[in-house]
């Protein structure tokens, strides 16, 4: 598409949305300015094509599809059936997948869909067979561990949070937790690295339903070939959740046992962290599972949003093109570019580098929390965000760590040599930052002192490193 019909379609498209509301055109102006002007370092976030984010203002919005493709509860479903069709077409080419089922709005509903589906497919039980029929947003705590009693209190194994893994998986404020008796494997202490040595031994004593792998704040590969084999040894289904790095595997970065496709019963993912897609979530399978996760809405979905359906298709069709393989591995080159810039100059990493996306700083060498260095970095124009490290001593809320991502930069186009700037831009902030002080002189887990002028300087130095790489540069809102 040319700059001038993107500009054109952008520009069409507020002015008929001020014509209504101009505080929405505005913020959504705003919204452009800002993701242009920020280094935006935050792991789980990307930048959609412009035909990603057309193919969703549209009328799509407004049709009711649920059911499955050819098969709704809906008259008048034959174009949602051509793009969700479409959609799942690209994901099964793209991934090598048996099975794919498109329809879930975000991550959690994807893992919840794959949950389900695993315990109706293993599990026979009157109380599951109740809770189907009625609304899973309506059960009770106490319907919860009645179900779960019933249904053989059925346990999960996942990462644990403080490793790594994901709030879905098991921890115990997500309906996770509430579902399964949860057990989390972490890592090594020395390594910071998976020991799956002990994750096998996890998996004798405890006996899971589901081995969960995957992550949201590992930055390392996963062995997916073996966690198959601990599943299969204790007679586990095994799941990975590969949203964070479905675009490592859709580009062919992570292959062989580092795929988790071929190895897992079952794969979620979401669609717009490293896939560069819409806001939304999937699922993929093997064939005896297709029928239980085609059961997603409406067991645990509402009525699927075909517009962002319509988008999937469209990403995951330019995820099929030979430049996303370069662009996979312009994320890992990046990745590692920056952690070894960040090493260079003294920062503690978890696992001491990355081999994927994502790089975790272990903020407390600086004398910071995650909050506080989180918060100086965005004054600097860095968006960042903070994150728990292994037996993190400050918790989910002020953490130790920050986790910084490649996949954003790398749309836009920076290399490794930016990346080095960048890691002196984010040492300088975490060195020239200093820890506060209660009213009552105890240390503060929040506050922080760091120079104005400072904070200035490098927020311009960000925007300027920045500037030869424009972000949507076919657009222009004047
Ligand atoms: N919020 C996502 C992330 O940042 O990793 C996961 O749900």
């Avoid at 990603?52 to 799509?60: V, Y």
């Avoid at 809906?74 to 794919?100: K, P, S, W």
């Avoid at 994750?199 to 390392?220: H, M, N, Q």
């Avoid at 988008?311 to 080159?333: C, M, N, S």
Wanted: with cysteine; hydrophobic share 40%; proline share 5%.
């Amino acid at each position: 598409m040319s700059h001038n019909a993107e500009s054109t379609a952008f520009r069409s498209a507020l002015e008929v949305i001020r014509a209504v509301e101009p505080r929405v055109a505005d913020a959504i102006g705003a919204e452009l300015t800002d993701q242009r002007e920020s280094l935006k370092l935050i792991a789980s976030e990307n930048y959609a094509s412009p035909a990603t984010l057309l193919a969703m203002g549209n009328w799509f919005s407004d049709k009711y599809a649920e059911g499955t493709v050819g098969r709704r509860f809906y008259a008048g479903c034959q174009n949602v059936d051509t793009v969700e069709a479409l959609a799942a077409e690209h994901a099964r080419e793209l991934f090598g997948a048996a099975h794919a089922y498109v329809q879930p709005h975000s991550g959690i509903d994807a893992n919840l869909v794959a949950f389900w589906a695993v315990l109706a497919d293993r599990v026979e039980s009157p109380a599951l067979k109740k809770a189907q029929v009625r609304q899973v947003n309506d059960l009770t705590e106490a319907d919860w561990f009645a179900l779960r009693r019933e249904l053989g209190n059925q346990r999960m194994l996942g990462m644990s949070l403080d490793a790594g893994g994901h709030l879905t998986h098991g921890f115990r404020p997500n309906i996770s937790g509430k579902m399964f008796d949860q057990r989390s494997y972490g890592t090594d202490p020395a390594t910071g690295l998976i020991d799956y040595d002990r994750v096998a031994e996890a998996a004798r004593e405890f006996k899971p339903l589901i081995l969960v792998g995957g992550y949201s704040a590992y930055p390392r590969k996963v062995n997916f070939r073996i966690l198959r084999e601990i599943a299969d040894s204790v007679g586990a289904t095994f799941m990975v959740d590969m949203a964070h790095f479905a675009g490592l595997v859709a580009g062919k970065v992570f292959t062989g046992d580092f795929d988790p496709v071929p190895h897992a019963h079952i794969v979620t993912t979401t669609t717009h962290k490293s896939l560069r897609g819409p806001r939304g979530g999937m699922v993929l399978c093997q064939p005896e599972l297709a029928d239980q996760v085609d059961r997603g809405c409406p067991m645990v979905l509402g009525g699927p949003l075909p517009h962002v359906m319509a988008a999937k298709a469209v990403a995951l069709a330019e995820a099929r093109r030979p430049d996303f393989a370069d662009y996979a591995q312009r994320i890992v080159d990046n990745s590692q570019a920056l952690a070894e810039g960040l090493l260079r100059r003294g920062a503690t990493l978890v696992t001491g580098g990355t081999d994927n996306h994502l790089v975790l700083i272990d903020v407390s060498g600086y004398g910071l929390t995650g909050r506080q260095a989180e918060q100086a970095l965005l004054d600097s124009g860095i968006v960042t965000n903070r994150n728990s490290v292994p037996q993190d001593p400050n918790g989910a809320w002020y953490t130790s760590g920050i986790r910084i991502g490649t996949p954003a930069l790398t749309t836009r186009g920076l290399g490794t040599a930016e990346m080095d700037q960048t890691a002196e831009l984010i040492h300088t902030v975490l060195t020239q930052t200093t820890a506060g002080a209660n009213a009552d002189g105890t240390p503060s887990k929040a506050k922080y002192t760091l120079d104005a002028d400072l904070a200035d300087k490098i927020a311009r130095q960000a925007t300027d490193l920045l500037a030869t790489y424009p972000l949507y540069p076919g657009i222009d809102l004047s």
